[in-house]
């Protein structure tokens, strides 16, 4: 048995055995930080969560709800960057036809000058109006509002009393951007949430969020209902499942002319606090089913939910679950609350994810007892669907191939081309720091050296450091048996992990052994701490647009933060590292980036000016690239939120001036080596810059393929960039 004085002993040795592995190299600090950039998100997302609970624990009457509630309907719609002029509808009726008991009208709406929304009126041609109107978004179906399941349940409510108008979603049904009708080929394959990714990533770069576009659609939808004579403006609701489900909880909670809602589906769930274990699958869907900083506000799906209150809402799930039974529960006390508890109810499908049968009934149900004071129909009749011919509003069912209008493509396109202001009197550095959240983080690095390893005329020092709390930098110094370190060091940045060109016979090998100091570090997130959880990722090329990348992107959002941003902090803490050495020139160092660390680089060197030159390697040439396109290879991991309302990356350039920066081999949206015009063309506001302070020769775009060995390439650039 240990008496005290040894026990002591043992507390103090522990820790320096733990600061050891077998080996006797020391230990990472993946052993104190594991899973460290999730846990990070998750840690920061948590304690918002935890701020914000208190608050709410102390609502008690019903005038503190409405308050609460107006708050949460105030931020969500500037979260979704406001609500748009209301032009003329301009509806024009495509095609009628009867039905027993009903009729259906096929016909085009105007959301936004000359935006067209496919949509049909189904109108009850028996009993007494003006009748209850309801507006329906659709899920997650490729051909929108034509999903059978859909169709069953607009005729399941036309024949109980209501007229319902069901609209196709952008990138659905009618207004798919890339299906083809003459060949009925997806052209990129994957789900259609692909649809609404893409456009809704590119919307974030101009200062504009696809949220916004579908919950527009949705009070337009609304507008249109009031003007038919059919419709009792006093009774207007709103039903959808799954992502239409959500789309019902955005639209109803924002537009209280919604009466009477039901969420089929649509994400009855907190979505904080975060428990994160190993097996976690991290998915948030698409880009249309976000609020950012919804975290930064409180504001989760059941604060949503509860904004509907004191109206009428069903919520239903496939199967009751603790997860949706707490928030069930949260949103109940609120109806209690109020003194409507019979106003919130929940609905279990006992069936996979779908508009199943036995929610179709519920939904009716629900919509009769709240507007007809009546039960709706227990079984539902033996229906027929549509031919899609019969129901298309546009030639072909496309609003692309057929030219009717504008498309969210053409709309971005447009808005792109008066993009970015001009810089003149703007201050960029702190435009940048502001976009990318930066903080001013002056803790120790706190250098952990793990192990050296020897090589053939240099030595890798393996070690780690802190970024800031909660965060490590993994690094690598090469370093040359010469007793003269030619030049400054070398701070080597790049996305894919060290060990790609960190190994024998690679770049940093022939750099090292040149006589240059290099240091390669992982951004948090790269290389070895890349999280080991994964999203919805698919084998198409195009899958980057909901991998784990995206996932951990649109968190970071979430919480009021910049996934991008926080690399290019370990960027700038790296450069701190650097610098702290004895053994290196202390004056400044040159940064190498290669592809998405081009763009570290560049952030890095345009708000340190110790960073005194920077040769930029496969780095996107501008955010504009993006912009032009409808689809791309980089990833929702080098957006910046509302980035094209105040810069390029030319202008981020422009801020390096008069150091000496290469633009090496720049690529276009697709990851494709960008010909030397167009580069010029792009980046001449940059060199105009450098010419206006007598440094024309310090920047230089090279094109086309190396004319030499990379190293020697690199070398060249950052010692002579013309």
């Not at 997650?140 to 209501?162: T, W």
């Not at 370990?570 to 998405?596: F, H, N, T």
């Not at 580069?679 to 030499?708: D, P």
Request: net charge neutral; with cysteine; proline share 7%.
């Amino acid at each position: 048995m240990l008496n005290r004085r040894q026990f002591a002993e043992l507390g103090l040795l522990v820790p320096a055995l733990l600061r050891r592995n077998a080996s006797g190299a020391g230990v990472s600090y993946t052993q104190e930080l594991p899973d460290m950039l999730v846990s990070y998100l998750a840690k920061n997302a948590n304690r918002l969560a935890e701020q914000w609970e208190r608050e709410r624990a102390g609502i008690a009457t019903a005038a503190q709800i409405e308050a609460r509630n107006r708050f949460v309907r105030e931020k969500a719609i500037e979260m979704i960057h406001g609500l748009p002029e209301r032009p003329p509808l301009n509806p024009r009726i495509v095609n009628r036809f009867e039905r027993d008991g009903y009729r259906i009208e096929t016909l085009l709406f105007q959301s936004r000058p000359d935006l067209w929304v496919p949509s049909c009126l189904y109108i009850p041609t028996s009993g007494e109006g003006p009748y209850p109107g309801i507006i329906s978004p659709c899920g997650h179906s490729a051909n929108g509002r034509l999903y059978a399941a859909y169709q069953f349940m607009y005729m399941n409510l036309v024949k109980s009393g209501f007229v319902v108008l069901a609209y196709d979603p952008i990138g659905q049904g009618e207004r798919r951007q890339y299906w083809n009708p003459q060949t009925n080929v997806n052209e990129l394959g994957g789900p259609v949430t692909w649809e609404h990714s893409f456009p809704g990533q590119l919307l974030l770069l101009l200062g504009e969020d696809l949220t916004h576009y579908r919950v527009w659609d949705g009070m337009r939808a609304i507008d249109y209902l009031l003007t038919r004579p059919e419709v009792d403006r006093n009774r207007i609701g709103c039903t959808g499942q799954s992502g239409g489900g959500t789309m019902t909880l955005f639209i109803s909670a924002l537009d209280e002319r919604i009466r009477c809602a039901a969420v089929h589906q649509g994400g009855t769930s907190h979505r904080w606090p975060l428990v994160i274990r190993p097996e976690t699958h991290l998915s948030t869907g698409d880009t249309e089913q976000h609020l950012f900083p919804a975290a930064v506000h409180g504001i989760d799906p059941c604060d949503l939910h509860v904004a509907i209150a004191p109206r009428p809402l069903l919520a239903t799930i496939e199967h009751y679950s603790p997860r949706f039974n707490q928030v069930a529960e949260h949103v109940r006390q609120r109806y209690r609350q109020l003194g409507v508890p019979e106003r919130f109810a929940t609905e279990e499908a006992t069936d996979p994810h779908g508009m199943t049968v036995k929610l179709r009934l519920a939904s009716t149900d629900w919509f009769c007892r709240w507007f007809y004071n009546r039960r709706g129909p227990e079984t539902e009749p033996e229906f027929e669907l549509e031919p899609a011919a019969k129901m298309h509003c546009t030639p072909g069912g496309s609003i692309r191939y057929s030219h009717t209008g504008e498309t969210i493509f053409s709309l971005i396109l447009k808005q792109q081309a008066r993009l970015p202001p001009g810089p003149q009197g703007r201050d960029i550095k702190a435009e940048i720091r502001s976009l990318l959240h930066l903080k001013d983080v002056a803790g120790p690095l706190a250098p952990r050296h793990l192990v050296t390893t020897p090589r053939n005329g240099y030595r890798i020092e393996k070690l780690e450091f802190l970024s800031e709390p909660g965060v490590y930098v993994p690094a690598w110094v090469f370093l040359p048996e010469r007793n003269r370190v030619g030049g400054p060091p070398i701070l080597y940045l790049n996305d894919a992990g060290i060990g790609r060109d960190g190994m024998e016979f690679g770049p940093l090998e022939g750099l090292a052994r040149q006589g240059h100091l290099v240091v390669a570090v992982e951004a948090r997130g790269t290389g070895e701490t890349k999280p080991s959880h994964s999203g919805d990722v698919s084998r198409s090329e195009f899958g980057h647009v909901d991998d784990i990348e995206t996932v951990l992107s649109y968190w970071a959002w979430e919480i009021g933060e910049s996934l991008f941003g926080m690399r290019v902090l370990d960027a700038l803490r790296s450069v701190e590292y650097v610098l702290s050495r004895p053994d290196v020139d202390r004056s400044g160092v040159r940064v190498i980036g290669r592809d998405m660390g081009a763009l570290w680089a560049l952030y890095a060197a345009a708000l340190d000016p110790r960073i005194r030159a920077v040769v930029a390697e496969s780095g996107l040439l501008s955010y504009r690239a993006l912009a032009r396109a409808d689809r791309y290879l980089h990833g929702a991991n080098v957006f910046i939120i509302d980035v094209l309302k105040h810069f390029d990356l030319p202008q981020v350039a422009g801020a390096i001036a008069d150091r000496p920066l290469a633009l090496l081999r720049p690529v276009d949206h697709m990851k494709k080596p960008v010909e030397s015009g167009p580069a010029e063309e792009e980046y001449e506001w940059t060199r105009q810059r450098y010419a206006t302070l007598g440094a024309s020769a310090r920047f230089r775009i090279v094109t086309g393929r190396s004319g030499a060995g990379l190293i020697k390439e690199w070398l060249d650039l950052l010692a002579h960039p013309a």
